[in-house]
Each structure stands twice: as structure tokens, then as C-alpha cells.
């Protein structure tokens, strides 16, 4: 064995040694000029607003895991890093941190405070990437790209001008989500949904004409002094007649038309709704389809403005009470209910998002969109899980405009100029836009493109375009993407679209959807709610590999995963079972060993289940399956390979001229079995790789290939034969146990009845049994039990004091009876069945199902022993 082999394990000293020795030996670069087929990956850039979370590790892992697979399949691999601007995030980050100094950005002026910004981003970054390396992750980092840098803005700024110059960009007005404290819009995924409690209130609308009301509902009174009409459904017979006619708009005394539409429910509530174009998006497709005035009430702070008459400077929820109030005295005010409102909530600021009529830059999404939805309906891009297509096309067939302006001074800035004359022109410059323009520029859109537009970019932007680069050339369309469903709108539908109409061709060909890690009890992991874990806490306490196997060894299709202590001590306990068994190995291995001709039954076994357990890890990770490929692995190895193989095969490493063929059959196990455990768990696999006694061996595992196994290790009949011995050894442990004898504590005799064919070896070795004797006891006292056609009886005789297992018998009966009883009284209790979940009910009756097979077992032990 390797002297320099420690008796246990410690992450800290192996997991940074290997990272710093994998770099330096430029394993993390692809290679150049290379034959090999490709696999790249460039990975979704986090926001420098911090540090990583656990999402981050679970994402981020999944793509080394991938990239180390494909590695040791033979791939030249580009694994990209980068980090993106996040316009919003950041930027709300820094003024956060201004006004804990007493400053505020205005005060500053853009330019110093972009500085400002520039320095966090140097800050956060550098935190970032320490951190991708902690968790062992294998970037390219001599090609890591930021989405500010200054090749990258200029492919922003060239995607833009191009697309202002064939009209896809406009400024025009929308409602957008408002953010009332930033003063910007912001994206969807910039806001979360929260259901608070809140009040409807039920107004009157009075006809013109003295004919009647109707009434409205409505969670936002404030905005009804905005409202331009009243809709109801056409197929809504209680209007029939009514359509036509004006109403008069309380408090502002305004008339407003009575129209149809299809947008109200008519079986909800009265079937009318208020329509206010300016405060509400499908209230704004209806003013569209109408042609109607679309007044603003609200300004950027979300104060009434002077539209609103008297209420004019009052904030929207002081406005609100005044409103009800004048309402109620004016008798409009009908009722007040309580009632769950679902509220959106900007993600940055913590403020209610206003839903505002704002005039902002666009861009055209329809013409974009149709060559997208050809290639995923072509299968040129697919997802994982495949139930994703439809969502992704669902949303694709009804994309609308693309809200691309934000108001703020962290970003790309817009590059529009304007003229003395009010004209404007897109260009790279203010010389550019003067001489595109022909006139006198005076200045530039103050706006900056949102940070999708950049990120959108991001798969050929990195590889140099719109340059033809020769990374370009040699590693675009990449091949994969991992990445979260709740930005499959935002981010992945704008790549596809982006690269096929910029780079002409789709970006990735596949999208793999990862899981939400959880906490768990299935709640959200949030630093707000206190239900956050640091990554880095987790790897100082167990390392980076046993939580990597923590997260990869849940991941499969499944939408949501749960993160726990208790899984990552599980993980450790692993990591710590490789060691301590290969240290074993090695103690009985001195150099490398060579084929043997022949093999045992036993020997055959393993191989063949080394054999299958390649064929579904393989398979596995083919198909982004980590679950299944970390729990083959895992059983391979804990329970065949060391519960099972070891323990058969000690007593031939103990004897030299049997050694031989355990040994070359352990090593050639282990070396594969490392290879296939390197993408989850790398650190570790490298380390115990380096003391293989190996011929031929690769300089790093990271660089070796995947196992290549003889087709000859598959061979089903003899797993059937030695897992048939397995079963009747295990059963035969359970004999001993039933009598409280303790495990490895040798017996004088058991009896069997049946065929044991050739296992009776490695029934007395692993059943701890000096002697195996045909037939059944002649006398005295036995306990039995029936496995795979083979009696089994195994004699009391002095092994068991009675009295003292009838006591034992006889406490733990009662001590079940007595759990019995509670649980029947439970289920008989009418009450208690109409309350509980089915889940519990069902739970409940199998345990009452299992207590009284406990019942039954008891007496029979009982008789047995004459108790």
C-alpha cells in the first residue's frame, strides 16, 4: 500500500490540493485544435449581488458533473463561467449600502456612482468565483466572461442598433410592473406573488340616465378615479339592453361607456369589471381592442397625481382610505369584505409592485418567435423533463412585446441619440450617431437595457460573435443548458430566439430543467425566513464532495428536492466507508495485480454487477438522471463491493497463493467504480485514485477515461446463483437476530433442508456458523424459517437463557398490545376518520396491520419457549 495513505479521511486537505493540481495542469481547458467531438456548456452567469445558495450549488454542480462525465467519455470539454451586471439586483444592492452611509446616489451622479458599482462588482465577484472552486467546479476560467465586459457591450449594443434599424425596437406605451421605491420596471422574475389579507369592496356605478347601477368589485379603489369604463361579457343577458349607455363614475362625476367584451366572467360576482387601462395589463388589452383613453392617476412614486382632482398628492394607500371614505358618505359604498389578495411584490425593494401605463423601449416578439417555436417543434432543442416543451410553447404562441428599457444608471445604456430636432438613431457612439445621423447629437437615452437583453446573448456573445472567433467556430451551438423553470420565459426562450436570429443557429440542443432545493419540511430556502443554508458552511463542516452528493444524489426529474443535516452526515458517512475500505484493500494489495485465468462463482458475481452498474450509471448520466446514477453507485459499492465481496473474500487475501484473484478482481472494481463516482464526488475519487496500484495509470482521474468492461463480466446466471446464496445467508441472519445473537459471534451448528448448491462456503463464513449439517434437529428445541426453497432451522440449546427471553417477550408484548389499542380506538373514533388526511388514515391501519403480525410472532416465540 501507498505509505503516504492516512488512516481517515479529511476533505479540507484533499479537496483544495486536487482543485489547485487540476488547474495547473490546465485540465479545465478544452484542447486545442482538438479532433475529439465537442460538449460545452456555458453556465447561466449568477448576479454579483453576493454569495451562492444552495439553488446555486445544486445548479452549478449538476454542470461540472455533466462536463466531467462527457470528459472522461472523451469530449473536448468547455465548461464557460461568467457573471452577469443584474441591472436591478445590483444596483438596489449598492443603494442599500449608500444609505446605511448617509449618501444617496443623486447626489453622487451617475458616474460615480457606477464606480461605485464597479467596485462591489469586484467585491461579489471575486467572492463568486472562490466559491465555484470550493464546490470543485471545473470552469474554464482563462475564458470566464462578465456581461458588462467590453467585447460583450459591444455585441449588446450591435444587437440593438440592428434591431432598432429593422424596426423590432420601439418606444411606445405599455403597463408595466412598477417599482415605486427603484423607480424602474422590472421583469416578472424580479417580483414574488404574496397572498396577504385585503378587503373588496363592492361600489355602485349609477346610469346616466337614472336607470339603475351596477356593481363593481374591486381591491384597488384608489385606481377607479382612472377608470374610462365598464365591461361586461356579450353573452352577459342581464345587459343586453343595456349596452350603449354611460355611467357616471363616482367622486370624479366623469360618464363612462357601458361596452362588451370578453374579458369579464360573467358568472362571477355582478359580471362587470371597471376598465383602467393605465393601471392593470388586461384591463389595457381592453382599452386597445376599444380604443380607449388610457389616463394616468399615479405617478412614479405611486402618489395620485393631478388627474386625480382632489385626492392629487395623496400616497396610493392614504388616497385609498380617503376614496372609501367619500364612497361611503356619497352612498356608493356598498360593502367592505375581507378577502385574500394575491399582492405582487418587487423582489428588490420589498415594495408593492404598481401595474403602470409607462412609455418604454420595445421589442417586437412575434416575427422573433416563429423560427424559435420551429426548432423546438423539430426537436432541434429539447427538455428535460420532456413536459417542458409544451409549457415553453405555450407561452411562445402567445409572446407578446418585450419590455427592454429600465430606469437605471447600472447596465448597458440604451444606445439611442437625439438631435437638436427631436430625431433619434441608434449607434455605437455619440460620433457614430452623428455621422449615421447627418446632425448635431445633444444626448443619450438615459435608460439601460434590461438585463435579459444582455444575458439573452450570452451562449455566442462568450465565444467572441459577433466576431467569428475561433472559439466561435469551434464551440457554438453548444450542447447543453441547466437552468430554472421560472426563468424559462425570460432567459431561455430570448437565447433561442437571440441565437438563431443573430447567430443563425439555435444556441444549445438541450435545456435541463433542475430542481428547487427545499428544506426538509418541504419549505422555501430564504435568508429572509431564517430557512437559508450557506453552501460554504456546509463544505467547511463535511466538504464539498458530501455536499455534492447530497444535492446530485437527489436530482432526476424531480421539480424539488429536500436539503438536510442529516443527508449530508449520510454523505460524509460515505465518503468515509470509500476510505476506510480501499484503505483495507491496499493493506492487502502491494503492487498492481494482473489477470487471473479463472475466478470463482463470487468473483464472477461482482464483475458482472460492476458490469451492470456501468451499463445504468452510464445510461444515467446520459439522460441527466443523477438520482439513479448516485444511488447504482452507492449500492455497488457499500453493499456488494464491501457489505458482500470483502467480507467473502478475506479469508483467500489472507492466504498468498489465493490472493491473487480477489485482489486484481477489488482493484479492477474500485478503479471503475471511482471513475464512474468522479463526476459527483471528484475530490475524493482523485485522491484514492492517486494510491491505486495501477499499470498504465492516467496522471489525474479527471484526465482518465470512462471504464471500458468486457461484455464476459455480464452474466446473469451466476448473479442469480450467488444472490439466491445472499438471500438464504440473510435469512439465516435473521434467525440469530430473532434469538438476540450478536452479529459475527460464531455458532456451533445450524440444519438445512434443500439445496445449497455451491454456497455452502459462504453460508458458514457470513452466517457465522462453524457447522452446516443436512436435515432437521433430532430433539430439543429449534426456531425455522423457509428462503428460496431451503429449510433453515437453527437450535436453541444453551444459546438463549429462557427466563430471560420470556421476560423480554412478555414486555414487549404488552408494550405492543398497548400501541395496538391506542391506534384501534383511534380508527374507531367517527371524528377522527372524517378529519385526517387519507394519507394518515392509510398509514395508521398498515401499522395496525403490522402490530398485529408483531402480536402473532410474540406467541409463537412464546410457545416456543414455553412461556
Not at 447561466?44 to 445544486?58: D, E, K, R, W
Not at 345587459?239 to 357601458?258: A, V
Amino acid at each position: 500500500m501507498s505509505q503516504d495513505f492516512p488512516t481517515r479521511y479529511d476533505a479540507s486537505l484533499v479537496e483544495q490540493k486536487w482543485y489547485r493540481a487540476w488547474e495547473e495542469a490546465g485540465l479545465f481547458q478544452p484542447e486545442p485544435d482538438s479532433t475529439k467531438e465537442k460538449f460545452v456548456i456555458t453556465i447561466p452567469p449568477p448576479n454579483i449581488t453576493g454569495s451562492l445558495h444552495m439553488g446555486h450549488a445544486l445548479c452549478y454542480s449538476i454542470q461540472d458533473l455533466v462536463g466531467r462525465y462527457q470528459r472522461l467519455k472523451g469530449k473536448n470539454v468547455l465548461v464557460l463561467p461568467g457573471q452577469d451586471h443584474a441591472g436591478i439586483a445590483t444596483q438596489s444592492v449598492v443603494l442599500k449600502q449608500l444609505k446605511k452611509e448617509g449618501r444617496n446616489a443623486v447626489d453622487m451622479g451617475r458616474e460615480k456612482f457606477v464606480e461605485r458599482v464597479w467596485e462591489w462588482r469586484k467585491e461579489s465577484g471575486d467572492t463568486i468565483i472562490h466559491q465555484f472552486r470550493r464546490l470543485g467546479h471545473a470552469f474554464d476560467w482563462s475564458r470566464s466572461r462578465f456581461t458588462l465586459d467590453d467585447e460583450y457591450a459591444q455585441a449588446v449594443l450591435k444587437v440593438f442598433i440592428d434591431w432598432f434599424d429593422r424596426g423590432l425596437i420601439y418606444r411606445g406605451l405599455r403597463v408595466v410592473n412598477w417599482d415605486p421605491v427603484l423607480k424602474t420596471s422590472v421583469s416578472d422574475i424580479e417580483t414574488e406573488r404574496k397572498i396577504t389579507k385585503g378587503k373588496l369592496y363592492y361600489i355602485r356605478y349609477p346610469f346616466a340616465d337614472g336607470s339603475g347601477d351596477i356593481f363593481i368589485a374591486t381591491t384597488r379603489p384608489e385606481t377607479m378615479l382612472a377608470d374610462v369604463a365598464v365591461a361586461v361579457h356579450p353573452s352577459d343577458v342581464r345587459y343586453k339592453d343595456k349596452l350603449g349607455k354611460t355611467l357616471i363614475l363616482p367622486l370624479m362625476n366623469r360618464e363612462i361607456p357601458l361596452i362588451a367584451d370578453l374579458y369579464p366572467d360573467p358568472d362571477f360576482g355582478s359580471g362587470a369589471v371597471k376598465i383602467t387601462p393605465a393601471h392593470d395589463p388586461n384591463d389595457y388589452e381592453v382599452g386597445v381592442r376599444h380604443n380607449l383613453q388610457m389616463p394616468v392617476v399615479l405617478d412614479e412614486s405611486a402618489r395620485v397625481n393631478e388627474f386625480g382632482g382632489v385626492y392629487a398628492g395623496l400616497d396610493r394607500y392614504e388616497a385609498r382610505k380617503r376614496i372609501v371614505a367619500d364612497l361611503d358618505e356619497q352612498g356608493f359604498l356598498i360593502e367592505i369584505k375581507e378577502h385574500e389578495i394575491p399582492l405582487i411584490v418587487s423582489e428588490r425593494s420589498g415594495e408593492v409592485i404598481e401595474p403602470l401605463l409607462r412609455e418604454e423601449w420595445f421589442a417586437k416578439q412575434t416575427e422573433l418567435a416563429k423560427p424559435a417555436i420551429e426548432a423546438v417543434r423539430a426537436g432541434k432543442v429539447s427538455f428535460v423533463p420532456d413536459r417542458y416543451q409544451k409549457i415553453f410553447l405555450d407561452w411562445m404562441e402567445n409572446i407578446r412585446d418585450w419590455n427592454v428599457s429600465r430606469r437605471l444608471w447600472w447596465g448597458h445604456r440604451i444606445p439611442v441619440y437625439y438631435a437638436e430636432d427631436g430625431s433619434s438613431v441608434a449607434a455605437l457612439s455619440l460620433e457614430d450617431a452623428e455621422r449615421k445621423s447627418g446632425k448635431k447629437i445633444v444626448e443619450q437615452d438615459d435608460y439601460v437595457l434590461d438585463t435579459w437583453f444582455s444575458s439573452g446573448l450570452w451562449p455566442f456573445a462568450t465565444l467572441g460573435w459577433p466576431e467569428q472567433t475561433a472559439d466561435l467556430k469551434a464551440f457554438y451551438p453548444t450542447n447543453l443548458l441547466v437552468t430554472a423553470q421560472e426563468i424559462l420565459y425570460l432567459w431561455v426562450a430570448r437565447m433561442i430566439m437571440m441565437g438563431l436570429d443573430c447567430a443563425k443557429d439555435i444556441p444549445f440542443d438541450q435545456v435541463y430543467i433542475y430542481a428547487t432545493v427545499l428544506t426538509e419540511d418541504g419549505k422555501r430556502m430564504s435568508k429572509s425566513l431564517g430557512t437559508g443554508v450557506d453552501p460554504m458552511e456546509v463544505i467547511d463542516k463535511v466538504g464539498a464532495d458530501a455536499l455534492r452528493f447530497t444535492l446530485l444524489s437527489q436530482t432526476g426529474y424531480n421539480q424539488d428536492i429536500r436539503y438536510s443535516e442529516r443527508r449530508t452526515e449520510d454523505a460524509r458517512n460515505f465518503c468515509n466507508k470509500i476510505w476506510n475500505a480501499v484503505r483495507f484493500v491496499l493493506l492487502n494489495v502491494e503492487k498492481a495485480p494482473e489477470r487471473p485465468v479463472k475466478f470463482e462463482d463470487v468473483d464472477l458475481w461482482l464483475l458482472s454487477r460492476l458490469h451492470a452498474t456501468e451499463k445504468l450509471v452510464g445510461e444515467a448520466y446520459e439522460a441527466y438522471d443523477n438520482q439513479a446514477a448516485a444511488q447504482a453507485l452507492y449500492k455497488f459499492f457499500w453493499s456488494e463491493l464491501c457489505d458482500w465481496y470483502i467480507e467473502v473474500a478475506k479469508p483467500r487475501l489472507s492466504e498468498p497463493l489465493k490472493r491473487d484473484v480477489p485482489q486484481w478482481v477489488l482493484i479492477t472494481c474500485i478503479e471503475a467504480f471511482l471513475a464512474m463516482l468522479h463526476p459527483i464526488m471528484p475530490h475524493l475519487t482523485e485522491e484514492v485514485y492517486s494510491h491505486l496500484p495501477i499499470a498504465h495509470k492516467a496522471p489525474f482521474l479527471m484526465a482518465a477515461s470512462w471504464p471500458t468492461l468486457e461484455d464476459a463480466f455480464a452474466n446473469p446466471a451466476v448473479e442469480s446463483k450467488i444472490e439466491r446464496v445472499f438471500e438464504i445467508t440473510r435469512s439465516l441472519r435473521a434467525l440469530r437476530a430473532e434469538l438476540g445473537l450478536a452479529a459475527m459471534k460464531p455458532l456451533p451448528e445450524a440444519y438445512y433442508e434443500g439445496d445449497l448448491g455451491s454456497g455452502e462456503a459462504v453460508l458458514r463464513s457470513q452466517a457465522w456458523i462453524e457447522s452446516l449439517i443436512p436435515g432437521r434437529p433430532s430433539d430439543g428445541k429449534f426456531i425455522s424459517t423457509t428462503v428460496m426453497g431451503v429449510d433453515l432451522h437453527l437450535p436453541i440449546g444453551d444459546l438463549v437463557d429462557m427466563e430471560k427471553e420470556c421476560a423480554r417477550l412478555v414486555r414487549e408484548e404488552e408494550k405492543v398490545a398497548g400501541d395496538l389499542k391506542k391506534l384501534e380506538v383511534r380508527l374507531s373514533n367517527p371524528d377522527f376518520v372524517s378529519r385526517a388526511k387519507p394519507e394518515v388514515i392509510e398509514r395508521d391501519r398498515a401499522l395496525v396491520e403490522e402490530l398485529r403480525s408483531k402480536l402473532a410472532k410474540f406467541g409463537e416465540r412464546k410457545k416456543l419457549f414455553g412461556c
